[in-house]
Structure formats: structure tokens, C-alpha cells
């Protein structure tokens, strides 16, 4: 491109163009569309079986700190080391990053580049030589200007700006999103670990119970009071608890594995649930020893109650629904992009400097003054329908962008409803099975006195055996699903991303 040099007495015009194109842009329009937040798909309260009536008074789940949402101080330890190290976490840290800089590049397209450039030129044979000039001509300019400075008439240049905002502020919600998700999944997995690591300790008790009641099975038969039936049968039952043991074992080495993913380097070993030492009982002495019962699991770590609210809440207070809405904002503000692409685009080139033809004269008295003007204008007449396929892809990014909020609020509605499903039932469940762990405790105790005094046969005792055993899994399961329920229900009400507040410095004395 060959660019021109004005002579200075032409700058007032120049000014004074300027001027009245810095009042058009001001004057410029938008073919965005007006944004409005699509109805919810979702009914207006919570169903009946989801038992909200129970949810109770207190802070929001959106406004109540992880910190003090988790009563247990161990646990409170390994998900801040979560926060610290989670890889996918610091993924989502670094989309952000990424969409800031998105921004602020859509946005410094809306103000001109300013640049200093400098250039010369030899050329011969001079032109000039014929009238006594030097043979070898030269030019050297410097100077500031604008090169290809886009004047926003139509909205196009705002509009990707918008765009690159919303997509920027979804993502700030996404790497929300991630932290609450972070922090429930932790949860779960420490919860899942102490879980496991209680049902090892019971079944570890309850293979010393089998195995001193084999003991004592062997000694019956050694003295024909039992028959080989009843030994085999004890020693039947011994074997499955071994294997139980194994199958416990695996399931919390794995836990721990999964735990120190989620954290993202090794858990220390005092923040790891460790095994009760386990007394194995001694070979019984005399036929009237009674047998040593299944000792209930260790009670799990409790969760600050969050009252349910009401659906219509989930859409302020979910960042994942924030951010369906921030890439909904982002889908308009590309219709109006597109749209702005039928329509001139005006662009401005000028640069105001000094001209020689002698590099040491530039800045002296040897240079001139020199201003240039490049205004260019490209209006679409035939693209074989390129912007109006960019129209139509955006028109129907925007339907996207529509069904991918309702799903988000679709998905958050039955995330609460069955947390709260779960809470409303998962009581009753607990109490019910705690009462029946205390009445198979007591029926093992009485088939135990009575298999030892000749009263019952060797299958009473082996029957409330197992139905003890059985029922101290259920318990910590159930146990373990009430916990993780009130983690899930804080998730989904979103809760989990919010600090609290900074602890003020003490006063000076």
C-alpha cells in the first residue's frame, strides 16, 4: 500500500472529520438482541416427596462457607489441600485467565493502535540528475499513526466485546461450578474411606467372633456334643469373613488412591481414617464363655443442616446456571455481531510525522512536516451467503445456548428434589435399622447362652450371626448415605464457593 503525505495546512480538516466520526460512533447501533432469562422449565416448588417442608430455617447453602458447612477439623484439612492442589481445579483457574485476556483483546479493538514507524528509501538513476541533482534519490519519513482503525457504525466491534465478556464471566462461574463439585467430591471420598475403613474394622471383629465360635464348634465335636455338620458350618462362616476382609481391604486401599487424586498429592497419614486396634479373643476355656458381640461402627462426621428454599432461587444462586445464562448473553451478542456484517465496515489509516530526503536533516531544518489520511470503506454485495450462514450459525448457537440453560436448571431441580428426597427418608431409614441393630445384637447374645447350655442348635446361632453381620453393613451404609446426602444437597443448593470473611487484624494497644 502506498500511503501519501498531506502538506500541515490541511490538519483542521482533518480534525474536524474526526470529530464528526467520533460522533457517529458515539451514535452507533447495536443488532443485539434484547436478552431475557428464558422461563424455567421446572415447577415452582419442590414436590411433596422431596420432603422441603423439613428443610428448616438458617443461612443459604450460597452463603455459607465450606469452612462452616464442615464440622470435622480432618476433613476441613484435606479439602483446603484440594483447593491448593487439584489439577482440575487449577485448570479452571487458568480458562479464566485465558477468557480475561479474550476480553480485554475484543475490548482494545474498540480504541485505535497507536505506533511510531520510521522508513527510507534509495533509489537511482535520480530523476533530478538531468538538472544537476545527485544520482542516487532519497526519502526518509518518520512518524505516529493509526493503521486500520475499525469506526464501530453498526455495533459489531461492541458486540464481539460483549461476547468475549459473557464468555469470561461464565467461565468465572465454571471455575465456581468446579470448586463445589471439588468440594463434594472430597467429601464423599473421605466419607466413602471412613466408611470402608469401619466396615473393615467390623468385619475384622466379626472373623474373631467366627473364629472363636469355630474354636468352640471344634472343641464340641472333639467331645461329641456337635455333629461335623455344625463344624463345617462354622468354618463356612469363618471363611466368608475372610473373604469380606479382602474384599474391604481392596475397596479402602482404592479409596485412599482416589482420595490423594482428589487432593492432588499424598494425604498425610494423620488425615487418613485409621483402624481401631482389634482384639481377637481368646480361645474359649469351658463351654459357658460367652462369645463377645459385634460393637456398633463409629458414628461419621455430621454437616451443617441448609434449608431448601425455593426453585427459583437455584437461578441466582447455581454457577453452573450463571454460566449457561453468561453463555446465553454470548450467543446474542454473536446474532448481533453477525448481523453488523451486513453492513459497510468503515475503517481509518493516518499517521502524522516528518519527511527528508537527508537522514541527518529529518528532525532539522532539512524535514518537512507531513500528515496522511486513509479512510476505507468495504460494503458487502455478493459472499455466495457467507453472512447470512453466519447469521443463521448464530441464530441457532442461540437455541443451543436456550436448551443448554433449561437443562442446566432441569438438572439442578432434581439434584435438590432428590437431596431432599433423600433427607426427608434417610432418617427414618437409620432409626429403623439402629433399632434393629440393637435387636439382633441382643438375639445373638441369647443364641449364643443358648447354644452353650444345649438349648439351641448350632443353625440359631449361625443364622443371627449373619443377620448381625448384615445388619451392621447396612447401618454404616445407610449411615454413609445420609451424610453424603447432606454434602449433595449443599452442592446442589450452591453452595461451596464462597470465602468467609477475613478474620480482622487485633487493634493495636
Not at 443461612?59 to 462457607?65: E, K, N, R, T, V
Not at 469470561?168 to 470448586?179: D, N, S, V, W
Not at 467372633?209 to 455338620?229: K, V
Not at 454434602?487 to 487493634?507: C, I, R
Given at each position: 500500500m502506498t500511503t501519501s503525505f498531506l502538506p500541515l495546512s490541511a490538519l483542521p480538516g482533518l480534525r474536524a472529520g474526526l470529530g464528526t466520526l467520533a460522533l457517529a460512533v458515539l451514535a452507533g447501533c447495536s443488532f443485539v438482541p434484547r436478552h431475557e432469562r428464558p422461563a424455567a422449565p421446572v415447577a415452582a416448588t419442590w414436590p411433596d416427596s422431596a420432603g422441603a417442608q423439613e428443610a428448616g430455617a438458617g443461612a443459604a447453602a450460597a452463603d455459607l462457607p465450606w469452612q462452616q458447612f464442615v464440622h470435622d477439623a480432618q476433613l476441613r484439612e484435606v479439602i483446603q489441600m484440594a483447593l491448593d492442589n487439584n489439577r482440575d481445579l487449577r485448570i479452571a483457574v487458568q480458562a479464566i485467565e485465558q477468557a480475561r485476556a479474550q476480553y480485554q483483546i475484543r475490548q482494545a479493538d474498540q480504541f485505535p493502535t497507536v505506533g511510531l514507524s520510521g522508513g527510507g528509501t534509495r533509489s537511482a538513476p535520480n530523476p533530478m540528475q538531468a538538472m544537476g541533482g545527485p544520482s542516487v534519490?532519497?526519502?526518509?519519513?518518520?512518524?505516529?499513526?493509526?493503521?486500520?482503525?475499525?469506526?464501530?457504525?453498526?455495533?459489531?466491534?461492541?458486540?464481539?466485546?460483549?461476547?468475549?465478556?459473557?464468555?469470561?464471566?461464565?467461565?468465572?462461574?465454571?471455575?465456581?461450578?468446579?470448586?463445589?463439585?471439588?468440594?463434594?467430591?472430597?467429601?464423599?471420598?473421605?466419607?466413602?474411606l471412613k466408611t470402608d475403613t469401619e466396615l473393615l474394622a467390623l468385619t475384622e471383629r466379626t472373623l474373631g467372633t467366627r473364629d472363636q465360635s469355630l474354636r468352640l464348634t471344634r472343641l464340641r465335636f472333639d467331645h461329641g456334643a456337635s455333629s461335623a455338620l455344625d463344624m463345617r458350618l462354622a468354618e463356612s462362616l469363618a471363611a466368608n469373613a475372610q473373604a469380606t476382609r479382602a474384599q474391604q481391604q481392596r475397596l479402602r486401599a482404592q479409596g485412599i488412591n482416589l482420595l490423594t487424586l482428589l487432593v492432588?498429592?499424598?494425604?498425610?497419614?494423620?488425615?487418613?481414617?485409621?483402624?481401631p486396634p482389634v482384639h481377637t479373643p481368646e480361645p474359649p476355656r469351658d463351654l459357658t464363655q460367652p462369645t463377645p458381640t459385634v460393637q456398633p461402627a463409629a458414628e461419621l462426621p455430621t454437616f451443617t443442616q441448609v434449608p431448601a428454599g425455593l426453585p427459583s432461587d437455584l437461578l441466582l444462586r447455581r454457577p453452573d446456571i450463571r454460566a449457561a445464562e453468561q453463555q446465553l448473553i454470548a450467543a446474542n451478542a454473536n446474532i448481533g455481531a453477525a448481523r453488523a456484517n451486513f453492513f459497510p465496515r468503515i475503517s481509518l489509516t493516518g499517521s502524522l510525522g516528518r519527511v527528508s530526503s537527508d537522514l541527518d536533516g529529518l528532525f532539522g531544518s532539512g524535514g518537512s512536516r507531513a500528515w496522511s489520511f486513509g479512510p476505507s470503506i468495504t460494503l458487502p454485495i455478493f459472499d455466495m451467503g457467507r453472512n447470512q450462514a453466519g447469521l443463521d450459525a448464530a441464530k441457532a448457537g442461540r437455541e443451543i445456548a436456550v436448551a443448554q440453560?433449561?437443562?442446566?436448571?432441569?438438572?439442578?431441580?432434581?439434584?435438590?428434589?432428590?437431596?431432599?428426597?433423600?433427607?426427608?427418608?434417610?432418617?427414618?431409614?437409620?432409626?429403623?435399622?439402629?433399632?434393629?441393630?440393637?435387636?439382633?445384637?441382643?438375639?445373638?447374645?441369647?443364641?449364643?447362652?443358648?447354644?452353650?447350655?444345649?438349648?439351641?442348635?448350632?443353625?440359631?446361632?449361625?443364622?443371627?450371626?449373619?443377620?448381625?453381620?448384615a445388619i451392621e453393613q447396612a447401618l454404616a451404609q445407610v449411615?454413609?448415605?445420609q451424610r453424603a446426602g447432606e454434602v449433595q444437597l449443599y452442592k446442589a443448593l450452591g453452595g461451596g464457593w464462597t470465602e468467609p470473611p477475613p478474620t480482622p487484624p487485633p487493634a493495636a494497644n
Amino acid at each position: 500500500m502506498t500511503t501519501s503525505f498531506l502538506p500541515l495546512s490541511a490538519l483542521p480538516g482533518l480534525r474536524a472529520g474526526l470529530g464528526t466520526l467520533a460522533l457517529a460512533v458515539l451514535a452507533g447501533c447495536s443488532f443485539v438482541p434484547r436478552h431475557e432469562r428464558p422461563a424455567a422449565p421446572v415447577a415452582a416448588t419442590w414436590p411433596d416427596s422431596a420432603g422441603a417442608q423439613e428443610a428448616g430455617a438458617g443461612a443459604a447453602a450460597a452463603d455459607l462457607p465450606w469452612q462452616q458447612f464442615v464440622h470435622d477439623a480432618q476433613l476441613r484439612e484435606v479439602i483446603q489441600m484440594a483447593l491448593d492442589n487439584n489439577r482440575d481445579l487449577r485448570i479452571a483457574v487458568q480458562a479464566i485467565e485465558q477468557a480475561r485476556a479474550q476480553y480485554q483483546i475484543r475490548q482494545a479493538d474498540q480504541f485505535p493502535t497507536v505506533g511510531l514507524s520510521g522508513g527510507g528509501t534509495r533509489s537511482a538513476p535520480n530523476p533530478m540528475q538531468a538538472m544537476g541533482g545527485p544520482s542516487v534519490a532519497s526519502n526518509y519519513s518518520v512518524g505516529v499513526g493509526v493503521a486500520g482503525w475499525e469506526l464501530d457504525f453498526f455495533g459489531r466491534v461492541a458486540a464481539l466485546k460483549d461476547a468475549a465478556l459473557a464468555n469470561y464471566l461464565a467461565t468465572e462461574e465454571a471455575r465456581k461450578a468446579a470448586q463445589i463439585s471439588l468440594i463434594a467430591a472430597v467429601s464423599g471420598a473421605w466419607l466413602q474411606l471412613k466408611t470402608d475403613t469401619e466396615l473393615l474394622a467390623l468385619t475384622e471383629r466379626t472373623l474373631g467372633t467366627r473364629d472363636q465360635s469355630l474354636r468352640l464348634t471344634r472343641l464340641r465335636f472333639d467331645h461329641g456334643a456337635s455333629s461335623a455338620l455344625d463344624m463345617r458350618l462354622a468354618e463356612s462362616l469363618a471363611a466368608n469373613a475372610q473373604a469380606t476382609r479382602a474384599q474391604q481391604q481392596r475397596l479402602r486401599a482404592q479409596g485412599i488412591n482416589l482420595l490423594t487424586l482428589l487432593v492432588g498429592q499424598p494425604v498425610p497419614e494423620r488425615l487418613i481414617p485409621s483402624l481401631p486396634p482389634v482384639h481377637t479373643p481368646e480361645p474359649p476355656r469351658d463351654l459357658t464363655q460367652p462369645t463377645p458381640t459385634v460393637q456398633p461402627a463409629a458414628e461419621l462426621p455430621t454437616f451443617t443442616q441448609v434449608p431448601a428454599g425455593l426453585p427459583s432461587d437455584l437461578l441466582l444462586r447455581r454457577p453452573d446456571i450463571r454460566a449457561a445464562e453468561q453463555q446465553l448473553i454470548a450467543a446474542n451478542a454473536n446474532i448481533g455481531a453477525a448481523r453488523a456484517n451486513f453492513f459497510p465496515r468503515i475503517s481509518l489509516t493516518g499517521s502524522l510525522g516528518r519527511v527528508s530526503s537527508d537522514l541527518d536533516g529529518l528532525f532539522g531544518s532539512g524535514g518537512s512536516r507531513a500528515w496522511s489520511f486513509g479512510p476505507s470503506i468495504t460494503l458487502p454485495i455478493f459472499d455466495m451467503g457467507r453472512n447470512q450462514a453466519g447469521l443463521d450459525a448464530a441464530k441457532a448457537g442461540r437455541e443451543i445456548a436456550v436448551a443448554q440453560y433449561e437443562k442446566a436448571v432441569q438438572g439442578a431441580f432434581r439434584e435438590v428434589a432428590d437431596a431432599l428426597a433423600s433427607r426427608a427418608t434417610l432418617t427414618d431409614q437409620l432409626a429403623a435399622l439402629q433399632a434393629q441393630a440393637t435387636a439382633e445384637r441382643d438375639r445373638f447374645r441369647l443364641a449364643d447362652l443358648r447354644y452353650r447350655n444345649g438349648i439351641a442348635n448350632y443353625l440359631d446361632l449361625l443364622d443371627a450371626q449373619r443377620s448381625l453381620f448384615a445388619i451392621e453393613q447396612a447401618l454404616a451404609q445407610v449411615r454413609l448415605a445420609q451424610r453424603a446426602g447432606e454434602v449433595q444437597l449443599y452442592k446442589a443448593l450452591g453452595g461451596g464457593w464462597t470465602e468467609p470473611p477475613p478474620t480482622p487484624p487485633p487493634a493495636a494497644n
